[in-house]
Every structure is written in C-alpha cells, then in structure tokens.
C-alpha cells in the first residue's frame, strides 16, 4: 500500500510565502509524475504545477513566477514552494503521484489528503 502525508500549509497573508511536502510511504519502487492540484471552495480542482521523473516541469498560468515545484526522490518527497501568495490562492491543496509499487508490480495514482493554504488580504 501507498500513503501520501501533506505538510506546509496554513495561514498567511498576502505576499507571504508558503512550502507544501508531500511525502510518499510505503511499498514505493519509484514515483514517475508527481503533481499538485489545489480546490477552491464552490470549484473544481486544478491542475496548478507538475514535474516528471526527469525533472521537466510544467505550471498553470495563474502561478507562473511565484510558484516553484519540486522533488527529492531519495526522500520520496514532492515540494510546492509559493511566493507572493495572493487571497486568490485560498483552496485546499492536493498532491497527486505517480506511483509504481514493487509487490505486487503495479502503477497507479494516489492523492494526499489535503492541506488547506489560506491567504488574508
């Protein structure tokens, strides 16, 4: 089995600086994509930053220069490093990762619980 731990959320108010992790355990043989997504309330989740097994990243437009994603695959480990947070940021945020797991040899996507990130105006 596969759990994922999410830590680095919180308050903070505009302009401010946030680190989310996402950390990996259990029967993990290696973890291809790992990806964050982020839920406001009264919308659907968004994809806000991704980065592959080379380390080739991707990030939705609305964080562009202020987000930095991450990953430490000796610690299992993806990192959402977000500076000058705006109120437009408030959601829960999700990491998701791609999951290749050793007995029994499957590949599959798991998600964190969620940490809420709050920014005050």
């Known amino acids: 089995q596969v759990h994922l731990v999410e830590s680095g959320g919180g308050l903070v108010q505009a302009g401010g600086s946030l680190r989310l992790s996402c950390a990996a355990f259990?029967?993990?043989?290696?973890?291809?994509?790992m990806n964050w997504y982020r839920q406001a309330p009264g919308k659907q989740r968004e994809l806000v930053a991704e980065?592959?097994?080379?380390?080739?990243?991707n990030y939705a437009e609305f964080v562009k220069g202020r987000f930095t994603i991450s990953r430490d695959d000796a610690k299992k480990t993806v990192y959402l490093q977000m500076h000058s947070l705006k109120p437009e940021d408030t959601a829960v945020y999700y990491c998701?990762?791609?999951?290749?797991?050793?007995?029994?040899?499957?590949?599959?996507?798991?998600w964190g619980q969620g940490t809420q990130v709050t920014v005050s105006s």
């Open positions: 998701n990762l791609d999951v290749v797991t050793l007995a029994p040899m499957t590949r599959g996507k798991h």
């Open positions: 259990g029967d993990v043989l290696n973890i291809d994509s």
């Open positions: 980065i592959t097994s080379f380390g080739r990243t």
